[in-house]
């Protein structure tokens, strides 16, 4: 198959997953604890609140550009790794996988590091 294809079928799977799950766990009761839940206006813990993830994105045009951005680079993401199993191997895409927590692990790194550097009295 086209990797296009694949990861449109993938995406398409997960979304109708989430489509199901999704009003179970809105209506669903948490008792987990009060950081696991999210809370309603009533005060009472929920697993899920979608209408105020939803309507909190669209009321802010920057927050709504960058769940936009990190939907096309998940994508992208997906498109390459599917290319690489496809033209290369498994292995190869399992190797990518983890060099990119890697990196990412180190660059966060980096970041925490400087930041504090400059600015040494924030109370983070």
Known sequence: M???????????????GYLIILPIISFMPCRFGVDACVFNHQGFPFFERPFEYFSAAFSNGALLFFCTLGIFSIATFNIAGVTVTKNINALARSIADVTRTILVWGIGLIVTVSAETIYPNYEW
């Open 2 to 16: 086209d990797p296009l294809q694949v990861v449109g079928y993938e995406g398409l799977f997960g979304l109708c």
